[in-house]
Nanobody, 120 residues
Framework: QVQLVESGGGLVQPGGSLRLSCAAS????????MAWYRQAPGKERELVAA???????NYADSVKGRFTISRDNAKNTVYLQMNSLKPEDTAAYHC??????????????WGHGTLVTVSS
């Protein structure tokens, strides 16, 4: 089994910053891609940022220049540094990892989410 532990969400004022983290543990042989998604009430889930095993990154247009995704392979952890936050960034943020397990099978694993609220 694989578990994801997310942290870093909370309430922040517009223009402020937060850093989300997502740590994977369990029957992991290696981790391929890691990503952050978000979903606001009444809206579809959207991809925010993704990072490959080699460190290549992709971002949604709405967060380019403000958010940075990174990973620490030694800690099986992915981060999302969020700067210049806007009220439109308010959402539940979920991490997703693609894991090669110790039994040599690939799993797509989702975290339970951490809430980010940007408000005055």
């Amino acid at each position: 089994q694989v578990q994801l532990v997310e942290s870093g969400g909370g309430l922040v004022q517009p223009g402020g910053s937060l850093r989300l983290s997502c740590a994977a543990s369990g029957s992991i042989f290696s981790i391929n891609a890691m990503a952050w998604y978000r979903q606001a009430p009444g809206k579809e889930r959207e991809l925010v940022a993704a990072i490959s095993s080699g460190g290549s990154t992709n971002y949604a247009d709405s967060v380019k220049g403000r958010f940075t995704i990174s990973r620490d392979n030694a800690k099986n952890t992915v981060y999302l540094q969020m700067n210049s936050l806007k009220p439109e960034d308010t959402a539940a943020y979920h991490c997703k990892v693609v894991v090669l397990t110790t039994t040599r099978t690939y799993l797509e694993v989702w975290g339970h989410g951490t809430l980010v609220t940007v408000s005055s």
